[in-house]
T-cell receptor, first 113, second 112 residues
Framework: DADVTQTPRNRITKTGKRIMLECSQTKGHDRMYWYRQDPGLGLRLIYYSFDVKDINKGEISDGYSVSRQAQAKFSLSLESAIPNQTALYFC????????????FGSGTQLSVL | GENVEQHPSTLSVQEGDSAVIKCTYSDSASNYFPWYKQELGKRPQLIIDIRSNVGEKKDQRIAVTLNKTAKHFSLHITETQPEDSAVYFCAASRTNDYKLSFGAGTTVTVRA
């Protein structure tokens, strides 16, 4: 089945460490997104990319960076992790015909100690 | 930017009863409104969406209504079943960019 795969599924790290979360998709979608989910706050957009050469900041991009290595790969980096970046992170994709219909990955639970 | 408010934050219903979740949005230019369902430990999945040129849309036991004048939209689940227990998120965006802004979520519990 075509899918959106995130690695790792869980990660515990320490304050100040650099960490990368990876996302790959076999759906052939051109659009990819990174969201974080916090209890009581819903899903908030960190970065999004509409094609390989396009990178855009979302509503909460401070402290994060991204790389779109190929149409199928979109990685999220935390250059110097801090405890309030502890959250559940989701990668999502959509295609240009139905761009509002997001397909989410299985999520990465990140804990920063 | 867009601000989406969602109520209630939790909802408990008896199996077979109806559930209604309401959302309001701030950007009058928003014209696309999807709803996502997230079961415990799972990823969010789209269950229904509506565009501003339509006032209501139904899909089996779920329906969404939209009032553009009042800037609010609602999800209605009829004849609730245990498998409807989940967190439901509303969202809104403009169709020129589809940058979704999500509500905070509603945890629905269906009591047997």
């Amino acid at each position: 089945d075509a899918d959106v795969t995130q690695t790792p599924r869980n990660r515990i790290t320490k304050t100040g460490k650099r960490i990368m979360l990876e996302c790959s998709q076999t759906k052939g979608h051109d659009r990819m997104y990174w969201y974080r989910q916090d209890p009581g706050l819903g899903l908030r957009l960190i970065y999004y990319s509409f094609d390989v050469k396009d990178i855009n900041k979302g509503e909460i991009s401070d402290g994060y960076s991204v790389s779109r290595q190929a149409q199928a790969k979109f990685s999220l980096s935390l250059e110097s992790a801090i405890p309030n970046q502890t959250a559940l992170y989701f990668c999502a994709t959509s295609d240009s015909l139905t761009p509002g219909r997001l397909f989410f990955g299985s999520g990465t639970q990140l804990s920063v100690l | 930017g867009e601000n989406v408010e969602q109520h209630p934050s939790t909802l408990s219903v008896q199996e077979g009863d109806s559930a209604v979740i309401k959302c309001t949005y701030s950007d009058s230019a928003s014209n696309y409104f999807p709803w996502y369902k997230q079961e415990l430990g799972k990823r969010p999945q789209l269950i229904i969406d509506i565009r501003s040129n339509v006032g209501e849309k139904k899909d089996q036991r779920i329906a969404v209504t939209l009032n553009k004048t009042a800037k609010h939209f609602s999800l209605h689940i009829t004849e609730t079943q245990p498998e409807d227990s989940a967190v439901y998120f509303c969202a809104a965006s403009r169709t020129n960019d589809y940058k979704l802004s999500f509500g905070a979520g509603t945890t629905v519990t269906v009591r047997a």
